[in-house]
């Protein structure tokens, strides 16, 4: 079941049963050296008391774990003082998409492994309702435990081999060239691919997964916390979707999971959150990005989710109409033998049965 909880300090303070001070704001909470910003020292000292009995058990249940990390991360980055935020009326997190996204087409070699033929990769997105929504992190505790599972073995996943990775950031693209691999290795983000710009502040986690070779997530009392530890700029949605991980199974029949995830958005005007427990996915479930306009060029009758720019032949300035300007855009086609938007019959160059054709569009 899909549940949404608040996570302001009161909601800590009622439902756990623990006695904060609920009057006291988050950089009361937080800012443990007074310097007015709670930020990379902040953090330092939230995670230093990670899993022990310390000053920052704000639901007090006897030590700081993950949902002590939750209730800090949307506050990260900003200067004194501050007010806990609201907690989203309205659902902003409206799902997890799982798609296909490569199947490699002979076996590839690894640093430590060989990726078989044949294999599919499936990447994993948040659909969020707003260009202002960020996944700020995800998670897993015992009472909402974080579980992605195939009956056959993760590839490239772990932190054993010299080629490992759980993360995005611990891929480098550079490897790409003689381990080929790698770029179909299992990690996790918060939207961005290995070798992004920022990919770097997303290389962290309050504990280490607990995986094996057919497993990945947190499930005990401690729970843990992937997050982005260098920046509140998270990346935002991209027509609706936000990169969450990358999973390759390795000879196994099926890919499901539960996610956890914490998203703030400022749609409403406000500074808002919202974390969203038991988001389920599986490959029973799979969608198919691409244009769902069955009077587009591009008009993909596979697809399930509406992805990308669709296309009306002869549209060249994209305003979803055919006029005049299309016309002289196609004129300074004239000619053209590698012109494929202006050749509409496919002959190799763009003449006059191409403006013909267009003109029995106006």
Do not use: K
């Amino acid at each position: 079941m899909l549940c949404r909880t608040g996570l302001s300090i009161l909601l800590s303070a009622y439902l756990m049963g623990s006695t904060p001070a609920v009057s006291q704001t988050p950089c009361e909470w937080f800012d443990h050296n007074g310097d007015g910003f709670l930020g990379a020292n902040t953090w330092l000292y939230v995670l230093g008391q990670y899993g022990a009995d310390g000053e920052l058990d704000l639901d007090g249940d006897g030590w700081v774990d993950a949902d002590d990390v939750l209730s800090f991360m949307p506050y990260f980055g900003h200067s004194c003082p501050v007010a806990w935020h609201d907690t989203t009326a309205t659902p902003h997190l409206l799902g997890l998409v799982l798609v296909e996204w490569a199947t490699a087409s002979e076996d590839l070699a690894s640093l430590s492994d060989v990726l078989p033929a044949g294999t599919t990769t499936y990447r994993l997105y948040a659909h969020v309702a707003d260009p202002s929504d960020r996944i700020l992190g995800g998670f897993g505790t015992d009472s909402a435990p974080m579980s992605v599972s195939t009956d056959g073995v993760f590839f490239g996943f772990g932190s054993e081999g010299p080629d490992d990775s759980q993360l995005a950031s611990d891929v480098n693209p550079l490897f790409y060239g003689f381990a080929p691999a790698m770029e179909y290795n299992t990690w996790l983000t918060l939207g961005e691919e290995p070798g992004t710009t920022d990919v770097l502040s997303m290389a962290a986690m309050t504990a280490p997964l607990s995986a094996d070779a057919s497993t990945i997530g947190w499930s005990d009392a401690i729970g843990g916390v992937w997050f982005n530890s260098a920046s509140i700029d998270t990346p935002q949605a991209e027509e609706g979707l936000i990169l969450i991980g990358q999973f390759t199974p390795v000879g196994g029949t099926f890919l499901t999971g539960t996610l956890n995830l914490l998203l703030e958005s400022y749609a409403n005007g406000e500074h808002e959150i919202e974390r969203v427990e038991g988001l389920t996915f599986g490959t029973d479930n799979l969608a198919v990005l691409g244009c769902m306009d069955a009077e587009a060029a591009n008009f993909n009758p596979a697809a399930t989710f509406p992805s990308g720019s669709c296309f009306i032949e002869g549209d060249f300035d994209g305003n979803g109409e055919i006029g005049l300007s299309d016309f002289l855009d196609l004129l300074e086609q004239f000619g053209c033998t590698d012109c494929p938007g202006g050749d509409f019959n496919d002959d190799g160059v763009v003449n006059v049965q191409d403006i013909l054709l267009f003109l029995t569009w106006l």
